[in-house]
């Protein structure tokens, strides 16, 4: 327990306001009339109390330090007119206006980050919220996006594609290691992820066996973000697919690297490329998306070209190669058929692809064996299809192996496809070939779906997740899969 350090143990009685005070050494306040304690100490129970520190007091230690726990700074503080303690420690505040219990908040909780009342969604750290704004889901891992720029990363590392220099699984958020000033992130159904920074640059971390992490090398991962090699425009945005990845410069050119067995690299070859290759003809890219061996670009009109496998339809040019590899994959961009100028935003599958347009209605197309599609059946489609239900208020898509999920304007989301291991977030294990309300806890803001698994973030900057959780993908401390959405554990507070 800390002790007051009391200046007086006399009690004196002061002529000018005529009342006895534990003082010792009053003074009288010739221009306010009264009697006051010296300079360095404060009235606090009818005693002058000697402040030590940083709004610390002198402790059983005699060190001068703040208290680190509720019942020593429930004692502290300098009592103003009010009848509000206006002088606490460091760190601590009187949140309830009252002298009764001192100053009984501290400021490093969700709901007082830094200032009473001042809350946080998910992490507060040194005082200052830092929520999630951005979400990646992988094959066996999730990574978020935070405000301070740095990124956190939970579940499967094998690969190190959680980024802390390890590859040690994680059950809860791990900080990337060494990485700032991030501005998005990207992650789908493969082990390796990859960062777009303030400046332009791109990093990328995890498996690298096709050369997906465009660092000019094959083989060896990288448990520890890597630069991209690729001098000239700054890029705008990246896409981590399976064993690929693509991004877009401000310029609007379009670069891929990685796997390109089913010539999703775009150049026209099926030659694997180990460092970032322009894409045939696409020079005015506004966004990209990677699915599983196929890849898309939204070109400055709003017109939408796929390119890669096409095995089950998922170019969406009409063609397919009823789920024979190779039959009808396109090393070149193809344009998509029935779209026109409307594509608002995109979303790729392993083995579909889906489009949001400018007047929020969503289409898909390819393999539809589990209702990934959305239109209410489960046969093959080769051109854009519309979701069901879904024609108006889509903000975005994201598709897995065998499903798919929409963000909805209203904060909610919707999924459909399997959902044998809770895909669909609705409480049940019931496939459903049209769209159904995910049970989230709160509205969401921004979408990413894994393999099996699915993740938001929240108005409130929190990230829940549900379905499989083999690895601790959910971040929710179990390898429990979820029928329902989980919230997601916040991350240890740096020491930074």
């Known amino acids: 327990m800390v002790r007051l350090v009391l200046v007086a143990l006399c009690v004196c009685l002061c002529a000018a306001c005529g009342s006895p005070l534990q003082c010792g050494e009053l003074e009288y306040d010739a221009d306010e009339h009264q009697c006051v304690c010296p300079a360095g100490r404060h009235a606090i129970d009818g005693a002058c109390v000697a402040l030590v520190g940083d709004g610390g007091i002198v402790g059983d230690a005699g060190d001068g330090s703040a208290p680190t726990d509720a019942s020593s700074a429930q004692e502290l503080g300098d009592t103003g007119v009010d009848g509000s303690v206006s002088l606490c420690p460091e760190g601590w505040a009187d949140c309830d206006s009252s002298d009764d219990n001192g100053c009984e908040t501290q400021l490093d909780t969700l709901a007082h980050c830094g200032g009473c009342g001042d809350a946080c969604g998910w992490a507060c750290e040194h005082g200052v919220c830092n929520d999630a704004i951005a979400i990646a889901a992988g094959g066996l891992h999730s990574c978020a996006l935070r405000e301070a720029g740095d990124v956190v990363c939970w579940g499967d590392n094998e690969y190190g594609q959680l980024g802390d220099g390890t590859t040690l699984d994680s059950l809860v958020p791990v900080r990337v290691a060494g990485l700032q000033n991030a501005v998005a992130i990207s992650s789908s159904r493969g082990s390796h992820t990859c960062a777009l920074l303030e400046s332009g640059q791109v990093l990328c971390w995890g498996a690298n066996n096709s050369g997906q992490l465009g660092n000019g090398e094959t083989s060896t991962a990288q448990p520890t973000p890597v630069p991209v090699l690729s001098p000239g425009a700054a890029f705008v945005g990246v896409s981590a697919g399976s064993n690929s990845t693509c991004a877009w410069r401000s310029s609007g050119e379009a670069l891929c690297w990685g796997y390109n067995g089913s010539g999703q690299i775009g150049d026209g070859t099926e030659e694997r490329r180990v460092v970032p290759t322009p894409v045939e003809g696409i020079d005015d890219a506004i966004a990209m998306r990677v699915g599983g061996g196929h890849a898309c670009a939204i070109r400055s009109g709003r017109t939408l070209e796929c390119w890669g496998s096409n095995a089950h339809g998922q170019l969406g040019d009409g063609t397919d190669g009823a789920g024979v590899p190779d039959r009808a994959d396109s090393a070149s961009p193809t344009a998509v058929a029935n779209l026109g100028p409307s594509v608002y935003s995109i979303g790729a599958g392993l083995w579909n692809t889906c489009a949001v347009l400018a007047a929020g209605g969503l289409r898909c197309w390819g393999r539809n064996s589990e209702g990934q599609v959305g239109d209410g059946t489960t046969t093959l489609r080769n051109a854009p299809t519309t979701v069901r239900g879904l024609e108006s208020g889509v903000l975005g898509v994201d598709g897995g192996t065998f499903h798919a999920c929409a963000l909805i304007s209203t904060g909610a989301v919707e999924c459909w496809g399997r959902n044998n291991e809770g895909e669909l977030g609705d409480g ?62 916040p991350p240890a507070v740096s020491s930074e």
């Open 428 to 489: 049940t294990s019931v496939d459903r070939s049209a769209p159904g309300p995910v049970a989230l806890r709160g509205a969401a803001i921004a979408l990413a779906t894994g393999v099996a698994h699915s993740c938001v973030v929240t108005a409130e900057g929190a990230v829940e997740c549900w379905g499989r959780n083999l690895a601790g993908n959910l971040g929710d401390g179990t390898t429990l899969s979820r029928t329902t959405p989980v919230a997601v554990l």
